[in-house]
C-alpha cells in the first residue's frame, strides 16, 4: 500500500475524490450495465438478459441515473412500436482505465479465492 501514503491534507482530498466516484458508481448494477453498452447500442431487454438477475424497474432506475451523469444517452426512434436504444457517450470512456483494471483485478480475485478453496480441505 505504499502508493497510498499521503499526508492529512492528501488523504481528505483522496477520500472525497473516492466518494465521489462512489456516489456516481454505487451498487452493483451500473458497471454491469456500462460494460453490456461497451460493444453497442442496445434495447432495455438486451441489457437486462445480458447483466442478468436486475430487475426491470431496478434496470430503468440505473439506466436514468447513468443518463443524468451522462454516461448513456437514451435514444426513441420512431417505430410502430416505438424502438428505444441506450447506448454510451463519450463522457463514459473516461472510464475505460477504471473499468479495464477493475477486470484485471476481478479476474486475478477469483482466481486467487478458487485457488485457496481448492487447498483448503472441506469440513464434515
Same mark, same amino acid.
Given at each position: 500500500?505504499? #502508493?497510498?501514503?499521503?499526508?492529512?491534507?492528501?488523504?481528505? %482530498? &483522496?477520500?472525497?475524490?473516492?466518494?465521489? %466516484? $462512489?456516489?456516481?458508481?454505487?451498487?452493483?448494477?451500473?458497471?454491469? =450495465?456500462?460494460?453490456?453498452?461497451?460493444?453497442? @447500442?442496445?434495447?432495455? &431487454?438486451?441489457?437486462?438478459?445480458?447483466?442478468?438477475?436486475?430487475?426491470?424497474?431496478?434496470?430503468? &432506475?440505473?439506466?436514468? /441515473? !447513468? /443518463?443524468?451523469?451522462?454516461? +448513456?444517452?437514451?435514444? +426513441?426512434? @420512431?417505430?410502430?412500436? =416505438?424502438? =428505444?436504444?441506450? /447506448? !454510451?457517450?463519450?463522457?463514459?470512456?473516461? !472510464?475505460? &482505465? =477504471? $473499468?479495464?483494471?477493475? #477486470? #484485471?483485478?476481478?479476474?486475478?480475485?477469483?482466481?486467487?479465492?478458487?485457488?485457496?478453496?481448492?487447498? +483448503? @480441505?472441506?469440513?464434515?
Amino acid at each position: 500500500m505504499g #502508493k497510498l501514503r499521503h499526508n492529512s491534507t492528501e488523504c481528505n %482530498a &483522496n477520500i472525497t475524490a473516492v466518494r465521489d %466516484a $462512489l456516489y456516481v458508481l454505487n451498487g452493483k448494477w451500473k458497471l454491469p =450495465v456500462i460494460v453490456a453498452l461497451a460493444d453497442g @447500442p442496445r434495447r432495455f &431487454n438486451e441489457i437486462q438478459k445480458l447483466v442478468g438477475d436486475i430487475t426491470p424497474k431496478i434496470l430503468s &432506475n440505473e439506466l436514468r /441515473e !447513468l /443518463e443524468l451523469n451522462e454516461f +448513456v444517452e437514451r435514444k +426513441v426512434i @420512431p417505430t410502430t412500436p =416505438v424502438t =428505444v436504444l441506450y /447506448e !454510451l457517450t463519450a463522457y463514459s470512456e473516461s !472510464l475505460e &482505465n =477504471v $473499468l479495464e483494471e477493475l #477486470k #484485471k483485478w476481478g479476474f486475478q480475485h477469483r482466481e486467487r479465492i478458487i485457488a485457496h478453496r481448492r487447498q +483448503v @480441505p472441506a469440513e464434515v
